[in-house]
């Protein structure tokens, strides 16, 4: 096995969500504040999507992650009290939706510390987990998450089971992701801006994910499903969601956490010594 998960399980499963709301949108154009039905595809998110979500996780018995950006949070406060009253664990993902690489160091540090300040009142503790929109770290984003005390990162794509990150700040655990099992790219339409153009049958989904779920507990990997309430906060997308989350328990040996709970297993399982280092392509030059 690829990684030694506990109890003989034979893979781990972290079902995530990104509570984008309409900060998605705005990060891209602030402009489209003024566009009520481009909204409203947003606001449905934390409006019925979250809600409908949280049904199908409790019917599953399952507690899940759900990376909320600070907009987010501060327009549908009770959406966020709602996912931490069911149990549910709370991360960040930045502010207005930032992608780091449009953030100057100085930027980035302070709204990565604001993800203490505008989630702890709702939920009660300092955020553990990041996740960056769109996946977008920086080279200096893991040193300036273990500066502000977080635990883990999920944004990164170069393995899949977790690995431990050195930094000049102390050590990251990074859950790696991967667009495949993210709903975005099965399910993301808007005419403006263009977030994708395709509506597929929740049914091809669950067979791509279900796919995925028999080889990495062939391989012993770490599962992250990525979904987005406005999304897959919709009926039969909800619904397939339902039924892949049976599916996961029916194999017996896929450990289902929170991304916090796994991060935390994976610090204290992870040899000390294996750390790696961010290294990024150096072209020379200027
Ligand atoms: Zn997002």
Redesign the pocket.
């Given at each position: 096995m690829k990684f030694p998960w506990p109890d003989q399980m034979r893979a781990a499963c972290a079902i995530t969500f990104?509570v984008?709301a309409e900060?998605?949108i705005l990060a891209v154009d602030r402009r489209f504040a003024a566009r009520a039905s481009t909204m409203s595809h947003q606001a449905y998110g934390p409006k019925v999507g979250v809600p409908r979500l949280l049904s199908v996780l409790d019917r599953a018995d399952v507690r899940a992650t759900f990376?909320v950006?600070g907009f987010t949070a501060r327009r549908y406060p009770d959406t966020v009290r709602a996912i931490v009253a069911a149990g549910h664990e709370v991360g960040w993902?930045n502010d207005l939706?930032e992608p780091p690489y449009t953030l100057d160091e100085s930027e980035e540090r302070a709204i990565i510390e604001r993800g203490a300040e505008v989630l702890e009142p709702l939920t009660g503790e300092r955020p553990h987990g990041f996740?960056a929109?769109?996946w977008e770290l920086n080279e200096r984003t893991p040193e300036l998450l273990a500066e502000a005390g977080f635990v883990y990162d999920s944004s990164l794509m170069d393995d899949d089971v977790p690995y431990r990150i050195d930094t000049a700040a102390g050590t990251l655990i990074e859950l790696p992701v991967h667009w495949s099992l993210d709903d975005w790219e099965q399910y993301a339409f808007l005419p403006e801006p263009d977030i994708g153009s395709q509506i597929e049958l929740p049914s091809k989904v669950l067979e791509l994910w279900t796919a995925e779920l028999d080889a990495m507990r062939d391989e012993g990997c770490l599962l992250v499903v990525t979904m987005?309430p406005f999304l897959s906060g919709r009926p039969a997308r909800a619904k397939m969601l339902g039924e892949f989350l049976t599916r996961v328990r029916e194999r017996g040996d896929v450990w289902i956490g929170r991304a916090g709970e796994i991060a935390a297993y994976a610090d204290v399982t992870l040899p000390a010594e294996e750390r790696r280092r961010m290294e990024l392509p150096n072209l020379g030059g200027g």
């Open positions: 990104d984008d900060s998605a990376f950006p993902h939706h996740r929109p769109w987005h």
